[in-house]
Structures are given as structure tokens and as C-alpha cells.
Nanobody, 124 residues
Framework: VQLQASGGGLVQPGGSLRLSCAVS????????IAWFRQAPGKEREGVACITGTGAYRHYADSLKSRVTISRDAPKKTIYLQMNNLEPDDTAVYYC??????????????????WGQGTQVTVSS
């Protein structure tokens, strides 16, 4: 089981980025996929998550107006579109997978598979 996050980079405030999480080694339909982020000195926090079939999505309240999670099943890829980025969005962004039976949410304990993270830096 592997998750490969990509798409991070340096962006100016107000800009946009689309992160990608390519999965392999498991059937996408059988897992919930989430994006988390961790800024220096802060705890890892949930950003968005999506069920295996893509039928349900859940967002962090503070971010739901600016982020969208989506999936491309044939490509086995989960995307995180982030708009109107702010300096406080600077963090390493991780994608993670949990079995469907664990429910959809941001409980770190249920996510057993993690990607390596991709750095997002928002700065002028």
C-alpha cells in the first residue's frame, strides 16, 4: 500500500494549488482518503476527506470555503484544490488512507497508511 503526495510548492497569498495523492496497492473504493497538514510547531490537523466511492466529503470548518477534495478513480488519485491561500496555510500536507469501516473523519488513529507529505509555502 502506497500513497504518493505531490503538487506542493511556493505560492503567493491569494493564489491556488492543487495537490495530488496517487494511491497504489489497494482498491480506492475500499478506503477513505484524507488530507492532513502539519505546520511547524503545531499538531497535525485534518483538512478534507472523502469516502472510497466519492459519495461523501467532509471538510475542516475553518477551511471548507477554500478547499475542495475530489477523486479520479481510473487514475487512482485524490486531489485537494486549495484557493485563496494564506500564509497560515503553510505546512506539510499529507494524504492518508483508512478502511471504510472506520468512518469518515479526522481521527488520526484510524489512518494506517500515509504518504510522505508535500510542502506548501504561502509567502510573498
Amino acid at each position: 500500500v502506497q500513497l504518493q503526495a505531490s503538487g506542493g510548492g511556493l505560492v503567493q497569498p491569494g493564489g491556488s494549488l492543487r495537490l495530488s495523492c496517487a494511491v497504489s496497492g489497494f482498491t480506492l473504493d475500499g478506503y477513505n482518503i484524507a488530507w492532513f497538514r502539519q505546520a511547524p510547531g503545531k499538531e497535525r490537523e485534518g483538512v478534507a476527506c472523502i469516502t472510497g466511492t466519492g459519495a461523501y466529503r467532509h471538510y475542516a470548518d475553518s477551511l471548507k470555503s477554500r478547499v475542495t477534495i475530489s477523486r479520479d478513480a481510473p487514475k487512482k488519485t485524490i486531489y485537494l484544490q486549495m484557493n485563496n491561500l494564506e500564509p497560515d496555510d503553510t505546512a506539510v500536507y499529507y494524504c492518508a488512507a483508512a478502511p471504510l469501516s472506520m468512518g469518515l473523519g479526522f481521527d488520526l488513529r484510524v489512518y494506517g497508511y500515509w504518504g510522505q507529505g508535500t510542502q506548501v509555502t504561502v509567502s510573498s
